[in-house]
Nanobody, 118 residues
Framework: QVQLVESGGGLVQAGESLGLSCAASGSVSIFSITVMGWYRQAPGKQRELVATVTLSGSTDYADSVKGRCTISRDNAKRTVALQMNSLKPDDTAVYYC??????????WGQGTQVTVSS
């Protein structure tokens, strides 16, 4: 099992930056967690991918955040971080940390609110 705990959400103004962090704990080796990443869900909308990073460091970003966000993974610290720049009101959502292990089991954090005011 993997437990994911997010931190770093909050209220910012449009154009500002915000960093999110997620710590993974549990019995699964960090090297068995093949994918870590972030999803978000805005009110009235479906949960959507923001960014993912694989064990080897390959990254994938939603088109809506490309060029504004950077995802990074630290296996020694068992963390995944998301740096978001030039934030827009449309980025307002609950951001969820995500991971998937070699057996394709998926894990989710409890979510952290990001609010961007115009």
């Amino acid at each position: 099992q993997v437990q994911l705990v997010e931190s770093g959400g909050g209220l910012v103004q449009a154009g500002e930056s915000l960093g999110l962090s997620c710590a993974a704990s549990g019995s699964v080796s960090i090297f068995s967690i093949t994918v870590m990443g972030w999803y978000r869900q805005a009110p009235g909308k479906q949960r959507e991918l923001v960014a993912t990073v694989t064990l080897s460091g390959s990254t994938d970003y939603a088109d809506s955040v490309k060029g504004r966000c950077t995802i990074s993974r630290d296996n020694a610290k068992r963390t995944v971080a998301l740096q978001m720049n030039s934030l827009k009101p449309d980025d307002t959502a609950v951001y969820y940390c995500y991971s998937r292990d070699v057996r394709r089991r998926e894990y989710w954090g409890q979510g952290t609110q990001v609010t961007v005011s115009s």
